[in-house]
């Protein structure tokens, strides 16, 4: 549908109001430039799409998703973890030695809330010594068979997401901790190669090449949850002994966070995605589904060349586009665990996507966009197209590479801003693959709006 609104400028009424005032034949009146404004909606431009099997995405997060689940209408999804770790570059040395280190425990912190399942289902990890650097590029589909020593566990742990049997102070914090021991000699291995040379503990990738590859924590027992990690380190118990005044020792403990999950390392979730067959099915009568982590995007051609087609044979000399928005309805598919549709969706061109996770992009408005679901009106709104649009106006050789898009869902990292005069305001700092909990969601590509918005002025003298 197609809207047309003329507007009479100033100008024009000026002209009507001389006219009035004196009948008599003035030059004055016909040196006035008469000018009309139509502002056009369009709206009548169609999208179709198909689902497209995503089979390994580069997670880059530091969120860990551990455990596994089967869900009914949705399959089901188990993973484990590799990681790298960020060294301290100091370690106490004052009054310390490699005797003086007691213990050493992984520490891995959850957010009350952040599982999928049953909270107290008894759930394992077993945990190994990586033996070999972790590959770069990592993908959601990484083997890490090869990378470590089955027989060689160092750690293992049964565990659930309850708080039941804490304290009440721990109770009441905003998360608790998954906490494991590892062996002492890890620890005192660590504290010797920090004596001998300093400089390996000085960056990351000294740390890996010499001292230490990484972990490998894998689910060893249980099914009913997915337990979603924010923060991994690991903590040092030591003691130093101190001679007092009067000859005798003092004993004095002390503990310290040495390792840690951060940006600047490697770490993967290794995810195992099977899909129920209520999920295929849907996919193999050309139903638009996405399904995260890995699963399926949605691949679709934005009608880009009709859009330049309409605008191109209403234009005047003096046009101008406006807006150009797309307006993207979503359904949500039966299951148990009423799995629905990601908290974001990327919209980004087909031959960009890989580009755009390995090169940590952020959405340009011109070749990606991103739009957070709303949940009152059951849709992804991609508001801000325009650039994109006037990227490819004057081209004369468009392409399926230019209009060609999918979307993936996404997980969309903010920092807020304060400013006297606007207030506080949200900066999209990150963008990764979704993986926190699975989604499910149908593309309504049938009830989709496209809504354009462009002017022409008409001059007549």
């Known amino acids: 549908m197609k ?12 002209a009507i109001f001389i006219t009035s005032c004196d009948d008599s034949q003035s030059p004055i009146g016909s040196s006035i430039v008469e000018e009309k404004i139509t502002i056009s909606v369009d709206s009548a431009f169609t999208v179709t799409g198909r689902p497209v099997a995503s089979k390994a995405v580069q997670s880059r997060t530091l969120l860990q998703l551990l455990g ?19 060294p301290s570059m100091s370690l106490d040395t004052t009054d310390v030695t490699v005797n003086s280190i007691d213990s050493l425990k992984l520490m891995m912190a959850v957010y009350h809330g952040n599982f999928v ?3 107290i ?21 990484f083997n890490p068979e090869g990378y470590y020593d089955p027989s060689q566990k160092i750690a293992s742990l049964i565990y659930n997401a309850s708080t039941l049997g804490e304290s009440d102070s721990l109770k009441n914090a ?38 230490f590859k990484g972990l490998y924590i894998r689910n060893s027992y249980g099914s009913g949850r997915l337990t979603l990690v924010s923060n991994t380190l690991m903590r040092a118990y030591y003691h130093r002994t101190i001679k007092k005044d009067d000859g005798t020792d003092s004993i004095q403990t002390a503990m310290a966070n040495y390792f840690a999950v951060t940006p600047e390392i490697i770490t993967n979730n290794n995810i195992g995605l099977t899909l129920s067959s209520d999920v295929t099915d849907l996919v193999n009568k050309g139903e638009n589904i996405v399904v995260s982590p890995t699963g399926y995007d949605v691949e679709f051609e934005f009608p880009v060349r009709d859009i330049i087609a309409a605008y191109k044979a ?20 039966a299951n148990d665990f009423n799995f629905g549709p990601a908290p974001s969706m990327l919209m980004v061109l087909k031959n960009k996507k890989d580009e755009f996770f390995q090169n940590n992009s952020l959405p340009d408005q011109t070749t990606s966009f991103y739009a957070d679901y709303d949940s009152t009106n059951g849709r992804y709104y991609f508001g801000s197209m325009r650039s994109y649009l006037m990227s ?16 993936t869902p996404i997980y969309v990292i903010t920092e807020s801003n304060s400013d006297y005069y606007y207030g506080v305001t949200s900066t999209v700092t990150g963008v990764t693959p979704y993986i926190s909990t699975p989604t499910l969601t149908k593309i309504l590509f049938d009830e989709a709006k496209i809504k354009f918005t462009y002017s022409n ?3 007549n003298n």
Do not use: C, W
């Open 121 to 141: 289902t008894p759930m394992g990890i077993d945990i190994y010594r990586l033996n070999r650097e972790l590959p770069y590029p990592i993908y959601s589909d």
């Open 117 to 119: 399942g049953d909270s």
């Open 314 to 333: 209403n234009q005047t000399e003096e046009s101008a586009i406006n807006t150009l928005t797309f307006s993207l309805p979503v359904d949500s598919v």
């Open 392 to 407: 490819l106006i004057d081209k004369e050789d468009i392409t399926p590479d230019d209009y060609t898009f999918v979307l």
């Open 174 to 211: 905003t998360y608790h901790t998954i906490s494991v021991n590892l062996p002492v000699e890890l620890a005192r291995e660590f504290y010797s190669a920090y004596l001998e040379d300093p400089v390996n503990f000085s960056s990351p990738t000294a740390f890996v090449n010499n001292v």
């Open 68 to 86: 596994r689940i089967d869900a009914k209408g949705f399959g089901s999804l188990s993973s484990d973890v590799v990681t790298q770790f960020m």
């Open 457 to 459: 002025q008409l001059i």
């Open 3 to 14: 809207i047309k609104t003329i507007i009479a400028s100033t100008a024009a009424l000026a």
